[in-house]
């Protein structure tokens, strides 16, 4: 009986101090607040930048010459390495010439026989001129010995341009280049009959100093391109319009001058062809390239620019996420202006007062708070 007085006794404050801990350890415990997304943000920045218009063209060779056999004959040395560049004047093939220095030797003895022939009729008219004045030959003689030295002039005339001819075909057994530029594959190997019925085309040389850049305009653009034409008439520099072409549509290092204008609109397109000068100092132009042209306007504007990163796409179109007093996201749509480096100028949507996410936008939502870690200020990035 003893025991079981002690053993009720340690059930009872057993549980007695059960029952006083239930209500404490039930107790739930709140789930800690979620951490609010970090970004950093950065405030428009207004700017005079220059607008401009691009547009796509191509390139063509200013001059480009092919380089025939002009006599006929079998090709002797080829003296340039395929796609070199050469100068005007220089030699490329060569014809074998033994025939054609023959046909020179043969039109000087020509010459000199002719020549000798006129010596002669004319000492025989001479003679027969103070014969006549004595009375001691007719004139018909006279006028017979005059017909023999004029056919004797007309055959030394007549020798004289055979051996002009037989030089000049010995001297097309050198082919040269008529231009400087670069020259293609030779398209007809050493000892190969040329200029057999046909002037065989031996090789191709383009010139590669400058380019042509031909882009077609709209109407509206022509309109404004005519009007600073006509602004600017009375200064010869000014009135030439300058562009700028891209090979990667990124890298604007080329400049070229507007040199000619078409006649007529395309009235099928509504575009009128142009076309422009673009030195190719460093040989990247090639004929047939596209490229990217861009004509800056003459003056600078005011324009409020963005980076180009904060700038988010959605059916609504182009927007970017705005950090109010209260660190509350809001989506501002936008309408786009003109790329400049890395800004993006914006023509509609912001006043430049807003506060704009530039980091971080991929965890901030819009109508949801934000911390703002950072403000940073376009000028501690490239501005454009």
């Known amino acids: 009986m003893k025991i079981n007085s002690t053993f009720r006794k340690h059930l009872f404050l057993v549980l007695t101090v059960s029952l006083l801990c ?67 004047g220089d030699l490329l093939f060569s014809i074998e010439k033994d025939m054609f220095k023959a046909n020179v030797v043969q039109a000087q003895a020509t010459l000199e026989s002719k020549t000798a022939e006129l010596k002669r009729a004319q000492s025989d008219y001479d003679r027969v001129a103070s014969a006549v004045q004595s009375g001691a030959v007719s004139e018909q003689e006279m006028d017979l010995k005059e017909a023999q030295r004029d056919i004797a002039k007309a055959a030394v005339a007549q020798a004289q341009a055979m051996l002009m001819q037989a030089q000049l075909q ?3 057994t050198d082919v040269r280049s008529p231009i400087a530029g670069k020259v293609s594959r030779a398209f007809v190997g050493e000892g190969n009959l040329v200029g057999s019925g046909e002037k065989t085309l031996l090789a191709r040389v383009v010139r590669f100093d400058s380019m042509y850049a031909y882009f077609s305009l709209s109407e509206t653009a022509l309109i404004e391109y005519l009007k600073r034409i006509s602004e600017n008439a009375s200064d010869e ?20 001058v507007i040199d000619y204008l078409d006649n007529e609109l395309n009235p099928k397109t509504g575009t009128i062809q142009i076309r422009g000068i673009v030195p190719n100092d460093r040989n990247l132009l090639f004929p047939g390239m596209f490229i990217k042209i861009r004509i800056p306007s003459p ?4 324009s409020l620019l963005v980076y180009e990163k904060a700038i988010g796409t959605d059916l609504g179109g182009k927007y970017i996420l705005v950090v109010g ?32 996410i530039s980091k971080g936008i991929q965890r901030a939502r819009s109508g949801l708070p934000v911390t703002v870690v950072q403000e940073e200020s376009v000028e501690q990035n490239e501005t454009p």
Do not use: W
């Not at 709140?30 to 405030?43: C, D, I, N, S």
């Not at 003056?299 to 005011?302: N, P, S, V």
């Not at 509350?328 to 704009?356: K, T, W």
């Open 170 to 172: 010995l001297d097309y």
């Open 22 to 88: 239930v209500p404490s350890g039930c107790k739930k415990q709140q789930p800690p607040k979620p951490e609010l997304p970090k970004v950093t943000v950065t405030r428009p920045v207004q700017k005079r930048v220059r607008s401009y218009y691009d547009y796509t063209g191509s390139i063509e060779a200013i001059d480009t010459a092919d380089i025939r056999a002009r006599v006929e004959g079998f090709l002797g040395q080829c003296y340039f390495k395929d796609g070199a560049y050469v100068k005007e």
């Open 325 to 356: 007093d209260d660190n509350i996201v809001e989506r501002r749509y936008v309408r786009l202006g003109q790329l400049y480096d890395q800004m993006r100028a914006i023509e509609d949507g912001l006043d430049g007062s807003e506060r704009y």
């Open 299 to 302: 003056q600078e504007a005011d």
């Open 237 to 256: 520099k000014s009135s030439k319009v300058k562009f700028l072409v891209s090979l990667d549509g990124e890298d604007y290092s080329h400049e070229g």
